[in-house]
C-alpha cells in the first residue's frame, strides 16, 4: 500500500469520492456574498482545524489557484495526491530539524523544521495562490498554533477562517475529532471575515492575532454545524484544554 502505483490510486479514489460528496449534497454559502468581499483581497490563507481539513477544498472557486501544506510522510504522500486530481497543489514539509533563520522584510524568524515549508509557502502567495493550511498543531486540537500566524505576519497576506460540513458524515473518535462527509445529504460552507496580521506584530499583538484565528475558526464552525441542525463532534468543552493551557505543548 506503500508503493507509488497504490499510492496513485488510492489518492484518484478519494478525490473521486470527495467529487462524488460535493455533486450529491446541497451546500449553503455563508454569508451568500463573502467571495465578493475576499476576492479582491486575494491571496488568502485559508485557516481551517485538523480533523476539518478533507472537504476544506469545496470552498474554493474554480478560478483560484491554491496550495496547501503537506508533511513528507507517506500519509501526506497520499493526500498530496488527492489534492492533485482537486486542483490544489501540495507544498511538502519536512519533518527534519532545521535551525535556520528565514528573513522577508523586517520579520526574522528560526525555524526548527518546516522552514523549507515555509519559504514554499511564502513562495506560492507571492506568485497569486491562496495558500490552504491547519491553524492547529498535531495533538493540540482546535488551539491555534503560532505557524499560520507567522506566515500571515511575513506575507502580508490575511488569514480567512474556514468551515466546510455535511449533514450526513462519519465522525472519527480521533485526537481532531475528524470527519469526512457522506453523499445525498446538505451541507454548509462557511467562510469568516478576513484576519490581517501586521507586519511588526509581537508579543501582545502577536498573541492577539492568534487568539483571533482561534476565535474566527470556532466561530465559523459553530455556524455551520447550525446551518445543518447538528452538532460540532469537534467543539471544545467546559474543562478542556484553552490556548494558554497548551502554550507548552505548542512552543
Same mark, same amino acid.
Given at each position: 500500500m506503500r508503493s507509488r502505483p497504490a499510492q496513485e490510486a488510492l489518492g484518484?479514489?478519494?478525490a473521486a469520492y470527495l467529487r462524488l460528496v460535493r455533486r450529491t449534497n446541497r451546500f449553503v454559502l455563508d454569508p451568500p456574498d463573502i467571495y465578493d468581499r475576499v476576492g479582491p483581497q486575494m491571496p488568502v490563507i485559508a485557516a481551517m482545524w485538523h480533523g476539518q481539513h478533507f472537504m476544506i477544498s469545496f470552498g474554493k472557486r474554480p478560478q483560484d489557484r491554491a496550495a496547501a501544506l503537506v508533511s513528507r510522510s507517506a500519509d501526506g504522500e497520499f493526500n498530496a495526491i488527492a489534492l492533485r486530481h482537486l486542483g490544489v497543489r501540495a507544498v511538502r514539509g519536512s519533518g527534519a530539524r532545521d535551525d535556520r533563520i528565514i528573513r522577508k522584510g523586517s520579520a526574522r524568524v528560526r525555524e526548527k523544521g518546516g522552514a523549507a515549508a515555509l519559504r514554499g509557502l511564502l513562495q506560492a502567495l507571492a506568485q497569486g495562490e491562496m495558500v490552504v493550511m491547519t491553524a492547529d498543531v498535531p495533538k493540540v486540537s482546535r488551539v491555534c498554533g503560532p505557524g499560520i500566524v507567522m506566515l500571515a505576519r511575513m506575507s502580508g497576506r490575511p488569514i480567512v477562517p474556514v468551515a466546510v460540513v455535511a449533514s450526513r458524515r462519519i465522525d472519527f473518535r480521533s485526537w481532531d475529532r475528524a470527519s469526512i462527509g457522506l453523499p445525498f445529504g446538505r451541507g454548509a460552507i462557511v467562510i469568516g471575515e478576513p484576519i490581517h496580521v501586521a507586519a511588526d506584530a509581537e508579543?501582545?499583538?502577536?498573541?492577539? #492575532?492568534?487568539?483571533?484565528?482561534?476565535?474566527?475558526?470556532? #466561530?465559523?464552525h459553530a455556524r455551520a454545524y447550525a446551518l445543518i441542525g447538528s452538532r460540532d463532534p469537534g467543539a471544545r468543552k467546559n474543562g478542556e484544554k484553552t490556548a494558554a493551557g497548551a502554550a507548552q505543548e505548542i512552543a
Amino acid at each position: 500500500m506503500r508503493s507509488r502505483p497504490a499510492q496513485e490510486a488510492l489518492g484518484f479514489l478519494f478525490a473521486a469520492y470527495l467529487r462524488l460528496v460535493r455533486r450529491t449534497n446541497r451546500f449553503v454559502l455563508d454569508p451568500p456574498d463573502i467571495y465578493d468581499r475576499v476576492g479582491p483581497q486575494m491571496p488568502v490563507i485559508a485557516a481551517m482545524w485538523h480533523g476539518q481539513h478533507f472537504m476544506i477544498s469545496f470552498g474554493k472557486r474554480p478560478q483560484d489557484r491554491a496550495a496547501a501544506l503537506v508533511s513528507r510522510s507517506a500519509d501526506g504522500e497520499f493526500n498530496a495526491i488527492a489534492l492533485r486530481h482537486l486542483g490544489v497543489r501540495a507544498v511538502r514539509g519536512s519533518g527534519a530539524r532545521d535551525d535556520r533563520i528565514i528573513r522577508k522584510g523586517s520579520a526574522r524568524v528560526r525555524e526548527k523544521g518546516g522552514a523549507a515549508a515555509l519559504r514554499g509557502l511564502l513562495q506560492a502567495l507571492a506568485q497569486g495562490e491562496m495558500v490552504v493550511m491547519t491553524a492547529d498543531v498535531p495533538k493540540v486540537s482546535r488551539v491555534c498554533g503560532p505557524g499560520i500566524v507567522m506566515l500571515a505576519r511575513m506575507s502580508g497576506r490575511p488569514i480567512v477562517p474556514v468551515a466546510v460540513v455535511a449533514s450526513r458524515r462519519i465522525d472519527f473518535r480521533s485526537w481532531d475529532r475528524a470527519s469526512i462527509g457522506l453523499p445525498f445529504g446538505r451541507g454548509a460552507i462557511v467562510i469568516g471575515e478576513p484576519i490581517h496580521v501586521a507586519a511588526d506584530a509581537e508579543g501582545t499583538a502577536f498573541e492577539s #492575532a492568534r487568539q483571533a484565528v482561534e476565535n474566527g475558526l470556532d #466561530a465559523v464552525h459553530a455556524r455551520a454545524y447550525a446551518l445543518i441542525g447538528s452538532r460540532d463532534p469537534g467543539a471544545r468543552k467546559n474543562g478542556e484544554k484553552t490556548a494558554a493551557g497548551a502554550a507548552q505543548e505548542i512552543a
